[in-house]
């Protein structure tokens, strides 16, 4: 038998149909794809590979999906973390309005390499990212060998960009990155969310829709109160019935968030064959009151709908850990209903194969089984936080984190082998993150200290944020408010 990788007496997590987990288990992996996924034999070691790994102490299992992310603003990691709601939204948002208009160009390309990196190096070999300018991100995550979506966030109420230049610069994106990297980067076509768009940039994105059939549609959905108010201001009775309307609810749709889903969405959205990513820490770190509904995610999952998880802008909340992703929901989940919400392996399938099946690629990756595409990771299990190994799964969405992962393979391309990256110069990375943030700094009002951040002032962040746009969306929304109040 012949093959590139050998990894042999491994803990093996395969999280195929039926969650085999071998306790001494060997994979084999060959032009890209796993060949192989068995017990191990006693002359495992001595196959004859490229490169042969010694399991004993490591788990081996897919590589993590992060259904959901958005990544130009990664230098800013902690920026946020202390100020209050509206300083924390308006300060973004005129950041990103100026990303639209084509500055900061050196700082949006810091915070890929950056995300890049740390995502790499904690076990996330999929990403799945809206953002303003996203070439820069495909080009840094292809380079380094990870997969990625990637598409541009599309908006005629956030900023002050014409649709007619937001929509050519979505094309231009799609014809040049779709498919780039051996097939690892793929485009998306991105409507911003279902409260801050007209019905005529969802009709336009339907239009952009047909003109590529096979790339997903990726949108903030049922995110906020403001979400169905907006629909009703566009005409339709609801936010999934826009999308009915305008064609885009179907199998292609991935709705990040859904939190505000009530039986009805849920069965639509299940009858649409739609996807659901689940991010769970950002509204547990931004809650807007402690009454609002928590994502159903069981309820989706009972229906049938695929839901990855995501960990939406890790700069808002200081984690990079997709790990951690699958314990905040668990324990969100029962603090707001009660417990027994998940199992953990129903939590290990959200991190890897329900990612990959929102994404629509679960016949490629997030599972352990002869024929797919390679794409793995090793966690050392040896630590005494693992000790006793007891229930790998419970420990995967409880314990598990970033610095546990000690090897990463994507399409069968070893990226980091014991700590070692091997597709991004780390201390490099590092050094254009801080000279950007420094020049960051030079260029705004941000102060980004060691003890603080402090934020422009609210006179200069009014100043920055676009102006037609978020007026026309305020106003909408005002206006629907008291329609809404008024006696039929």
Not at 143 to 159: I, K, N, P, T
Not at 382 to 391: A, G
Request: a negative charge.
């Amino acid at each position: 038998m012949t093959a590139d990788c050998v990894i042999h007496d491994a803990f093996v997590l395969t999280v195929d149909e039926r969650n085999r987990l071998y306790e001494r288990g060997t994979v084999l992996i060959e032009d890209g794809r796993i060949t192989d996924v068995r017990s191990s034999r006693d002359d495992d070691a001595e196959l004859a590979a490229d490169l042969v790994i010694d399991g004993e102490g490591k788990l081996v299992m897919p590589g993590l999906v992060n259904a959901h992310t958005h990544l130009e603003l990664t230098p800013l990691l902690g920026a946020f973390s202390d100020l209050d709601l509206m300083e924390m939204m308006s300060g973004m948002t005129a950041i990103f309005g100026h990303i639209a208009e084509g500055e900061y160009d050196y700082f949006a390309r810091a915070g890929y390499e950056l995300a890049a990196l740390n995502f790499l190096t904690g076990g996330v070999t999929t990403v799945n990212s809206m953002d303003v300018r996203p070439s820069g991100g495909a080009e840094t995550f292809g380079e380094a060998g990870l997969r990625g979506f990637f598409g541009m966030a599309l908006s005629d109420l956030f900023w002050d960009v014409s649709v007619e230049e937001q929509f050519d610069r979505a094309r231009e994106f799609i014809d040049e990155y779709h498919g780039a990297y051996d097939g690892r980067i793929r485009a998306t076509i991105d409507p911003h969310d279902d409260w801050s768009c007209t019905r005529e940039l969802w009709e336009h994105t339907a239009e952009l829709a047909d003109e590529y059939p096979d790339l997903l549609v990726h949108t903030h959905l049922l995110e906020l109160e403001a979400s169905n108010t907006m629909a009703r201001s566009n005409g339709a009775e609801d936010s999934l019935a826009l999308l009915d309307d305008v064609g885009l609810l179907d199998d292609r749709l991935v709705a990040a968030h859904f939190r505000l889903a009530d039986d009805e969405d849920i069965q639509r959205t299940a009858e649409a064959d739609a996807s659901v990513a689940h991010c769970p820490s950002i509204f547990c770190y931004w809650n807007t009151g402690g009454d609002v509904q928590w994502t159903p995610v069981p309820e989706l999952r009972a229906a049938g709908v695929d839901v990855g998880l995501g960990i939406d802008d890790h700069y808002w909340h200081d984690s990079y850990s997709l790990f951690g992703e699958a314990r905040q929901a668990r324990l969100a989940a029962n603090l707001k209903r009660s417990t027994g919400q998940y199992d953990s392996m129903e939590l290990v399938r959200m991190l890897t194969i329900e990612g990959a099946e929102a994404l629509g690629i679960g016949d490629e990756i997030g599972s352990l089984e002869p024929g797919k595409r390679a794409d793995v990771i090793l966690l050392d299990v040896e630590k005494p936080k693992f000790t006793p190994l007891t229930n790998i799964p419970a420990q995967v969405a409880n314990n598990a984190a970033p610095a546990d992962v000690e090897t990463v393979i994507v399409d069968g391309d070893v990226l980091m082998k014991a700590g070692d990256v091997k597709t991004m110069e780390t201390d490099a990375v590092r050094d254009r993150v801080e000279a950007a943030v420094d020049r960051f700094e030079s260029e705004t009002d941000w102060e980004l200290g060691i003890g603080e951040s402090e934020p422009p002032s609210t006179m200069n962040v009014a100043r920055d944020l676009p102006k037609r746009g978020p007026s026309q969306l305020l106003g909408r929304l005002a206006f629907q408010s008291l329609r809404d109040r008024l006696p039929l």
